[in-house]
């Protein structure tokens, strides 16, 4: 794909050649389906080169090395969103990569068909989940007019709400992910998290204890089923 020309004011009578056509007339938005249809599109993007991604709902520029979000590189930029219904278990794969620095991701309205259940995650490599005692975690919440506190160096699994409900809405869960970026590393995460059927309030934090290319999560419930709202962004500085 040929470097954008900037603008050109056309006369009636001249001719349009190659080089006017690629230059001017294809410098618009343009759009593909995902990061991927675009690659194969576009095998030799120039600087200022500009795209609409339908998945993510993002609007990209091409930075001379890169394809950066409109608004700067620190911008979050949607990686996944999908709505889970009775599910024994969610896997969520492919979304920490080397684009990004950290993540933040969101699930909302989680609730479980067993009162009294727990929701929880576990880091996931190349579609495995990792086994357990590979999970520290640090808790404080309050439940029931008392504060109380949980650690563990090596857990079977982050406890993300201890209570997420059993009825629409259930829980809200936001986390924050840094230190999984496309190599093997001990990544961390910080958030909290709430039940609106038990006025539950979580603050959480953990970390993997084994050193690994995570790039994904699964998400379940202690016992039961789960669904869920679950989005992921991706922060590139």
């Known amino acids: 794909m040929a470097a954008g020309l900037g603008f050109k004011t056309f006369n009636t009578g001249d001719v349009l050649t ?4 690629n230059g001017y007339l294809m410098q618009g938005v343009w759009v593909f389906a995902n990061a991927t249809a675009r690659t194969a599109a576009v095998t030799s993007p120039q600087e200022g080169n500009m795209s609409y991604l339908s ?7 091409y930075s001379g090395s890169a394809w950066v979000a409109v608004g700067g590189s620190s911008d979050f ?4 969103a999908a709505t889970y219904t009775n599910q024994t278990s969610i896997n969520i794969d492919n979304i920490f990569s080397s684009t990004y620095k950290s993540y933040y991701i969101n699930i909302e309205s989680a609730f479980c068909v067993t009162t009294g259940s727990a929701l929880q995650m576990k880091w996931r490599y190349g579609g495995v989940t ?7 975690v640090l808790r404080g919440y309050d ?5 109380y506190t949980t650690n563990n160096l ?11 409900g059993t009825l629409t ?6 986390i924050n992910v840094t230190g999984a970026n496309g190599s093997s590393a001990r990544p961390v995460f910080f958030g909290n998290s709430t039940s609106f059927n038990s006025g539950e309030l979580d603050i959480v934090m953990g970390w ?3 050193p690994q290319t995570y790039d994904g999560i699964n998400l379940s419930v202690a016992s039961g089923n789960i669904t869920a709202t679950v989005q992921v962004y991706g922060r590139k500085a």
């Open 169 to 174: 809405p259930g829980s809200r869960t936001i």
């Open 143 to 147: 439940y029931a007019g008392g504060t």
């Open 208 to 210: 993997a204890e084994t």
């Open 130 to 136: 990792a086994g357990n005692t590979h999970y520290g």
């Open 77 to 80: 930029v949607k990686i996944s």
């Open 18 to 21: 190659a080089a006017d056509t």
């Open 154 to 164: 090596a857990a079977a699994f982050h406890t993300l709400n201890q209570n997420p």
């Open 55 to 61: 998945d993510t709902n993002s609007v990209e520029y």
